[in-house]
């Protein structure tokens, strides 16, 4: 392996210890919680190295929600279980759900705390708007091929049926955060019904 092939590692490296050092103090101390110091100190890295990949906290805070969410969003839309069906992004969000897997739970957080944190970091609130954007190009694309293959309505466009998945999964999650009790199931059976041809 090349010398520049060597540095592309290590600074990849560098940077997934950095995320994931980020992401072991805000599970433990909340969003606003963790120092820089205790982010370098965790993860064995210097100031000097946290700012070779982050321009500064509210910057790594959006890239580490952009890290977990990314993940999150690749692991329910574009897994390689089932038949890669909108059925099937809807089944694994739900087991997401009711297993309490969801991209906040990692955080140690819950969508109102994001969102207020949002509200205070630009840099974080064009992140979350990117990835509720990308949630449903993906899932539309996801309902756009399933209208081909026939399996949903062909009477509702692609980008609505996704936005209206994306917004229900945004509730799911506020209602769960609030105590609110979900009997999947019967939502899960609702949900496709909606969709059937």
């Given at each position: 392996?090349?010398?520049?092939?060597?540095?592309?590692?290590?600074?990849?490296?560098?940077?997934?210890?950095?995320?994931?050092?980020?992401?072991a103090e805000v599970v433990e101390k909340g969003l606003d919680g963790p120092?820089?110091?205790?982010?370098?100190?965790?993860?064995?890295?210097?100031?000097?190295?946290?700012?070779?990949?982050?321009?500064?906290?509210?910057?790594?805070?959006?890239?580490?929600?952009?890290?977990?969410?990314?993940?999150?969003?690749?692991?329910?839309?574009?897994?390689?279980?089932?038949?890669?069906?909108?059925?099937?992004?809807?089944?694994?969000?739900?087991?997401?759900?009711?297993?309490?897997?969801?991209?906040?739970?990692?955080?140690?957080?819950?969508?109102?705390?994001?969102?207020?944190?949002?509200?205070?970091?630009?840099?974080?609130?064009?992140?979350?708007?990117?990835?509720?954007?990308?949630?449903?190009?993906?899932?539309?694309?996801?309902?756009?091929?399933?209208?081909?293959?026939?399996?949903?309505?062909?009477?509702?466009?692609?980008?609505?049926?996704?936005?209206?998945?994306?917004?229900a999964a945004l509730g799911g999650m506020v209602m769960r955060d609030a105590?609110?009790?979900?009997?999947?199931?019967?939502?899960?059976?609702?949900?496709?019904?909606?969709?059937?041809?």
């Open positions: 392996m090349g010398r520049g092939n060597q540095r592309t590692r290590a600074k990849r490296e560098t940077r997934q210890a950095l995320l994931q050092a980020g992401l120092s820089l110091d205790a982010i370098c100190a965790r993860a064995g890295f210097t100031r000097g190295a946290f700012y070779v990949h982050f321009a500064n906290r509210d910057d790594f805070v959006a890239q580490l929600m952009d890290w977990v969410f990314s993940g999150f969003l690749d692991s329910i839309v574009t897994a390689s279980s089932g038949d890669g069906s909108l059925r099937d992004v809807v089944d694994r969000f739900l087991a997401a759900l009711d297993s309490d897997q969801l991209p906040l739970s990692r955080l140690g957080a819950r969508l109102p705390q994001l969102l207020e944190a949002s509200y205070r970091l630009p840099q974080v609130r064009e992140r979350i708007r990117g990835l509720i954007l990308e949630a449903i190009e993906r899932v539309g694309k996801r309902a756009l091929e399933d209208q081909q293959r026939g399996q949903v309505r062909l009477d509702v466009d692609p980008e609505c049926q996704a936005t209206v998945l994306v917004a105590g609110v009790p979900l009997e999947l199931a019967p939502l899960r059976d609702a949900v496709l019904r909606g969709l059937k041809p």
